[in-house]
Nanobody, 125 residues
């Protein structure tokens, strides 16, 4: 069993930055591929960014490329999402996810086995 706890969400203005963090427990962190997803009201959950077990493979959804950066810190069992130049369309609940089976989880939410409770990000115009 893997527990994921997100933090760092909030209300910001267009152009501001936020840093989301997700602490994982219950399994060796280096054995987990990690990802961030988001879900806006009335929309399906969508992939934001993913990182492999080693941290060497990264992937981003097109809408966030160049603005968001995913990283992981093995010493702290933490995966982070640095979000810069935020836009109103980034408003959503952001979820951290863990894949215990693959080196890299990919962009499909069904690949991931465990999910955090979510953290709200609201960007005002």
């Amino acid at each position: 069993q893997v527990q994921l706890v997100e933090s760092g969400g909030g209300l910001v203005q267009t152009g501001d930055s936020l840093r989301l963090s997700c602490v994982a427990s219950g399994r060796t962190f280096s054995a987990l591929a990690m990802g961030w997803f988001r879900q806006a009201p009335g929309k399906e959950r969508e992939f934001v960014a993913g990182i492999s077990r080693s941290g060497l493979s990264l992937d981003y959804a097109d809408p966030v490329k160049g603005r968001f950066t995913i990283s992981r810190d093995a010493a702290k069992n933490t995966v982070s999402l640095q979000m810069n130049s935020l836009k109103p369309e980034d408003t959503a609940v952001y979820y951290c996810a863990a894949d215990v089976d693959a080196y890299y989880g990919g962009s499909r939410w069904s690949n991931y086995d465990y999910w955090g409770q979510g953290t709200q990000v609201t960007v005002s115009s």
